[in-house]
Antibody
């Protein structure tokens, strides 16, 4: 069965970076995009961008340009999301989601990773 | 960015009720509209894509319609497991944006 398993919760100080992993299983990793979506406490879902797991190509939301990096390691079917220059506004649950398209149709999601930014 | 506005923001209903949630967009997105269900502390669950196509495994009591700027999600007969928050999401262009959510509570 398809599963996306994310790394554990993180606590970071303002100005630091965080890297969250998303390990896929149960399907051909390189046949799908991985999107990242975050949700701040009590807020709506916010799309961050995607990575093409086959080519490594990426597309990021403008809000995150310059401090967001998505990568993947096809040998271990894992995608990564790294966000730098963290502020308290980045405190959120971060989700990875699988989609067959660059247009998000998230049919499977990771369990979420809570990132807390606090001094 | 395309703005997504759902109504109502919250809704109380009973098991067996028929409910409709509306999603309006700030510009036409043709049929590029998806719906998700999210329970507290859980990841979103994919319900409907391309405005009206039911994702595999989703019960047929869920249905979606609309195009352009106006869309609806209907649950024909509420079941206990349906009480959750529902989000619409546009995939017409980037950034792909979500509505603010509609919280569906038990009356």
């Amino acid at each position: 069965q398809v599963q996306l398993v994310q790394s554990g919760a993180e606590v970071k100080k303002p100005g630091a970076s965080v890297k969250v992993s998303c390990k896929a299983s149960g399907y051909t990793f390189t046949g799908q995009y991985i999107h990242w979506v975050r949700q701040a406490p009590g807020q709506r879902l916010e799309w961050m961008g995607w990575i093409n797991s086959y080519s490594g190509g990426t597309d990021y939301a403008q809000n995150f340009q310059g401090r967001l990096t998505m990568t993947r390691d096809t040998s271990i079917s894992t995608a990564y999301m790294e966000l730098s220059r963290l502020t308290s506004d980045d405190t959120a649950v971060y989700y990875c989601a699988r989609s067959g398209l660059a247009a998000l149709r998230g049919d499977y999601w990771g369990q979420g990773t809570l990132v807390t930014v606090s001094s | 960015d395309i703005q997504m506005t759902q109504s109502p923001s919250s809704l109380s209903a009973s098991v067996g009720d028929r409910v409709t949630i509306t999603c309006r967009t700030s510009q036409s997105i043709k049929h590029y509209l998806n719906w998700y269900q999210q329970s507290p502390g859980k990841a979103p669950k994919f319900l409907i894509y391309a405005s009206s196509t039911l994702q595999s495994g989703v019960p047929s009591r869920f249905s979606g319609s609309g195009s352009g700027t106006n869309f609806t999600l209907t649950i024909s007969s509420l079941q206990p497991e349906d009480f959750a928050t529902y989000y619409c999401q546009q995939s017409f262009n980037n950034p792909q944006t979500f509505g603010q959510g509609t919280r569906l509570d038990i009356k």
